[in-house]
């Protein structure tokens, strides 16, 4: 056992997983090596790369017991393609996969069947959520799940650490030669962006689609070069669980008090001013934020360079209404997003890698200044747990929240102090997600503290008179509030480990007693 | 000496090269193993990227003696690039360095001081023009050139056998954080496909740019993940040379009798209907060929699928009619082609390894149907020679001959039966660059010959009524015009070597005596 740069107890060898290393701070690894890369291969030219189903893709790949397999989660809860996938896998009796999605929903429930049936050995994900994650922190699996970032995935990928070797990949729009986007047809979903590095790091790509157009489909986010069989089915998802039309404002007055409250530590912290760049996510208190963000640009006449992440119609406004230069986009939270990155040059796709992986010449988060994230738990070290809920199962994702905590000057988390009657700041979190090193604001519907490395953000908020409380002030209202939590117990026995986005291990998840 | 597939004497070793792979049959290699990739690193956030000067990029990047560097031809014989940066690195005292660009021109000339004074012992391209191909020809390099097809140069940096330690590109629009496209400012150029490669696979990315724009530069054909520091310089070249406003359609009658002759092949041929894919170059009689066949698919309600190569304004002409339904794009022929690139989602830049590497899933000469190509030599065997002037000195480049040549169901070549007095059919080419078995038809002014592999065609041309020659009849015509040519006197010394697209060797250059 080491103790981590967060002050947890790492082992340095988990059966299943193997050595690791464990977390020391945000920028300590430097990575050695080149990128790792596709299979050469020499199809002969006017090949055809159609196929009748999903089983016969599985037979002409080639796939084998122990090998790994990948899949993207650009189609949310609605996805159908995984579990198509694998009762195709199932059916031909190969046992033994690491499957490699870039996240997992509820709507994944089945593959409990497929690791109680032994086809499903290992996991590795941005998210798990239930029913599936409950099964795994009570010890379904017999090796530990590995968790990452979004980045920390691109960069296991990128690097070779993750070698997969079949992609079977989703498309909402596909040539019959495996050009293929996400822009058009009944699942159109936006940006491809965590698909996209599969597509081009796989030994073997899939394109799965329910839309076939004619060669070719332009433009391409997934391309010819990458994919060696196209397969027509049905229907990849339900359109209603893959995005809705436009992400709607909140009216949840607690909502709306964080993201007051945010607006102004953003204003006061100096880092709104022409030019600025910013992300946030979808959730309510998220995107009131941007809203306001919005007046306020209008009001003092500023307008920002980019905006970043999961992009969303609000964001969209700001583009097309010329208050930003431009969008990077690795997913799109609804249709109206959807719809401008097919036709807005300046909405730009991105992978995951340029998105936010550590170890390429700069991806995006390394431009951030402003960005609003959430958290399940915040620790009085600004540890930030976002994967397992207060009782200890795996339920949520790491997503992106790693990587641009990392990169932007100003990373802001945004709770409510308490939910559904649990502190949301405890004195150490479930599991260490994000590094509290890397989190420089904590707004609540209480108030507002500043991480204490952050002397410049304390300076600027006194100066614009803007009241601050210390991490654990707010811990103490918010204790009053509900009473000291119980503490969670565990089994030894780990099942799962979270990576920091550089490949050391931040923090490690065990069976749920 | 092993004779090679093309009947050529190929030594198994080269001093300077090594041991040699001798050119089988068009699709004989079958690659092992996985593509190569960049360095990793780990930048800190918010770095800066942009630096002072030339010099002070070479010295960054630590370039040192008997390193690869590489660089672009999309500024043509404007570019103002490669001698810049070359007078820097000599300055600085850097020496046997091997140069791998895209290609190079006659703008190129000062190199051959930098191979005097032993900065540059080897050189990898796809052309050598004049003075610098005669001064190779005459023996000045210590090591053979490594001539390569654009597909060709795609396959051996992306499998890794041409490692790029740094290179050096110009672009014609670039953010100071790397993000670059060639659409705007005064040194436009449209698509960077071959400088897309190098950006991707070079351990060091230096950009070198006349406009530096607001970040984030959208969109982005080469981008931040790949850059690692961005030059401000003056000029990047001559707008005169890099670009023409729109290629001019030819009134040389000789070019339009070629022209008309083609188009009647290719409506003979049974490959002109609905879908047809279809490629050709700037040159007068590949030009007018677009313009006779666009009537053609007029009157005959015919439409294409896609366009691809060097554009022109007749292939965006095509595609904004919707004759066509997209382009393909990896360099730009004028100024129409850059700027429907920059805004018409269905012109799609590509790079060269998506165009034409045979060693990924599938490039875009896979699908070819229609080809149009134009050679300095034609043999009885259907070998072209693209490279070497009838003197046997090096002048052209083998550009996408060979790559588009191997993937096109119909490949005509478009030559004049004799030019400046030098018959172009002969009994041996100078120097083999692309195999007789992956050209169909041979059209002159003098008639069409057909290759007696496709029967096929032949039958369909006799069937429409289309008088054909033998390759062999066609050169009496040419020797009765010309007499036989002289013998060209050669060395013994090889001082260049043309690989296949496979990266066998197709060919050996010697010393002119």
Redesign the interface.
Known sequence: MTKNGVGREIPSYIEGIGQIKPYESP?S???????????????????N?LIDSIEEAVIKTGLKDGMTISFHHHFRNGDYIVNMVMDAIAKLGIKDLRIAPSSLGTCHGPLIDHIKNGVITRIESSGIREPLGTAISEGILPNPVVLRSHGGRARAI??GEVKIDVAFLGVPACDD??NANGFSGRSACGSLGYAMVDAKYA?Q?VLITDNLV???C???SI??????YVVKVDEVGDPKGIVSGAVRNTNNPKDLLIAENAVKAIVASGYFKE?FSYQTGAAGSSLAVTGFLREKMIEQNIKG??GLGGITSQLVQLLDEGLM??L?DTQCFDLVAAESL??N??H?E?DA??YA????????????DILMLGALEIDTDFNVNVISKSDGYISQAVGGHQDTA??A?LAVILAPLVRSRNPIIVDKVTTVCTPGETIDVVVTDYGIAVNPLRQDLIDNFKTAGLKTYTINELKDIAEKLTGKPDKIEFDEKIVGIVQYR?GSVIDVIRKVK
Do not use: M, W
Not at 223 to 228: G, L
Not at 357 to 368: I, K, R, T, Y
């Open positions: 920028f690894v430097i990575p050695e090596g080149n990128k790792a890369g596709a299979k050469l291969k020499r199809p002969l030219p006017h090949k790369k990128e690097s030669y495996g030994d790509v004619s060669y070719p332009l433009p391409a391309n010819q070069t990458q994919v060696d030019g360079s980019f230069e431009g990077f097919g036709k040059p300046k730009f991105v890698g340029f992986n550590g170890h390429n010449s700069g991806c995006l988060v390394n431009n951030l990392a990169g000057k550089d």
